[in-house]
């Protein structure tokens, strides 16, 4: 009985030329020197690709990443949601969709810087946002704990809002509904007009 030949791995090469208009994704460098790029091409497909430091054109295709096809979501379909955190000079914010990250000194800057970066990381996938397709959610844990001064129970009771859920949302063991962090978020809200309407009243 004859025994079966192993299977060889037949290396495909790549033309240079074909991937002049592809967009890096990722680099990395091998122990050997030899680099790997992550590229996605003008359709939204993925690849890996070896070049070998012996020679800068000898260039092979290695896989095919199964996340191939449009690895990042269209914004025209998926609200981008940021997360809000408070810093000792305003705000900052990422996204966890997306390798963007902003600051601004009030959330109105932030927004806005928000749409700028977006539209940079995007720019060679032919999308493109408006404020309309960003969606900012508030580290409720972050944000209590640089404003400690808030009474969690007296706001809860503000709220109308069972203090053991609220303190849990605050504490992260319980992630908020998005009707929720808009009630806490309101609240919070009044809270600060009542005490800017409060100081414009003082002679």
């Known amino acids: ?77 998926v609200p981008i949601e940021f997360i809000v955190e408070r810093t000792g000079t305003g705000y900052s914010a990422y996204a966890e969709a997306y390798a963007v990250y902003t600051v601004g000194t009030t959330l109105r800057e932030v927004k806005g810087n928000m749409v700028e970066a977006l539209n940079l990381h995007l720019e060679d996938t032919g999308y493109a946002v ?7 959610t508030l580290d409720l844990a972050q944000f ?8 969690v129970s007296q706001l809860a009771a503000r709220l109308g809002m069972s203090q053991s859920l609220l303190a849990q949302c605050i504490g992260g063991q319980k992630k908020p509904s998005a009707q929720q962090t808009e009630r806490i978020v309101e609240g919070l809200c009044q809270l600060g007009d009542e005490l800017s309407d409060l100081y414009e009243s003082l002679p």
């Open 1 to 77: 009985m004859k025994s079966k030949k192993p299977s060889v791995h037949r290396r495909e090469w790549v033309n240079p030329k074909k991937l002049l208009r592809c967009r890096i994704y990722n680099v990395w460098l091998e122990p050997t020197g030899n680099a790997v790029l992550t590229l996605i091409d003008e359709s939204g497909n993925m690849n890996e690709y070896r070049i070998y430091q012996d020679n800068l054109r000898h260039i092979e295709l290695v896989t095919a990443p199964e996340e191939a096809a449009h690895p990042l979501p269209k914004p025209a379909q």
């Open 130 to 136: 408006t404020e309309d397709d960003v969606r900012l």
């Open 144 to 151: 209590f704990a640089y404003y400690k001064v808030i009474n």
